[in-house]
């Protein structure tokens, strides 16, 4: 019973305040937690890099085409990051959010669900790192098959990429075409 009560006044101090104020802190709030998803091109990016430095150790001949792989896979990790980065500049710097009109409580926590979904980039910059770490390594060993380790390493990071742009396409909805606005 005492949780509840708890729910209930805090509620009715967010409600107290201005109802822009309310959905832009809400904004800012959303915009920092998409960022979050930088986590995971960080880490896969640095798996990457590491197995370029190992790949060039195997193979120094090799170093140029290892290299290259390195840096073309690290590149497609970081599309999660730059999908979360967009829509926190919308929500800075765009933000549809301020003039839709419905319960304030509502508006404010799709901004802040618009940026909750987009941590879901981490899995996909942590899996698209580790394809381009190994797609390195095995260029580093095996140059004579680069071409074949690059279009399957290519096909890979495109599907591990799939849960970023559902998060992508979550957050866009709760910013643009937000469907629990109306349900009021």
Do not use: C
């Not at 509840?4 to 309310?22: C, H, P």
């Not at 150790?57 to 073309?72: D, E, H, V």
């Amino acid at each position: 019973m005492e949780n509840t009560n708890f729910i209930m006044q805090f509620l009715e101090w967010l409600m107290s305040f201005d109802r822009r104020a309310l959905i832009l802190a809400a904004s800012a709030l959303g915009a920092g937690l998409a960022m979050i998803a930088g986590i995971g091109p960080g880490v896969g990016q640095g798996y990457a890099a590491g197995k370029g430095a190992e790949a060039v150790s195997y193979n120094p001949k090799s170093g140029r085409q290892a290299t290259m792989i390195m840096l073309l896979g690290a590149a497609v990790a970081e599309t999660s990051g730059i999908l979360s980065l967009v829509i926190a500049l919308i929500m800075l710097f765009a933000n549809p959010l301020v003039n839709i009109q419905g319960a304030a409580i509502i508006v404010a926590a799709s901004a802040i669900g618009a940026g909750l979904s987009m941590i879901a980039g981490i899995g996909p910059g942590i899996g698209q790192g580790y394809a381009a770490g190994k797609g390195t390594e095995m260029v580093g060993k095996r140059p004579k098959h680069q071409s074949a380790v690059v279009r399957t390493m290519f096909l890979g990071q495109a599907v591990a990429q799939t849960t970023g742009i559902y998060a992508m396409i979550i957050a866009l909805i709760l910013m643009f075409a937000n469907p629990l606005v109306g349900l009021l």
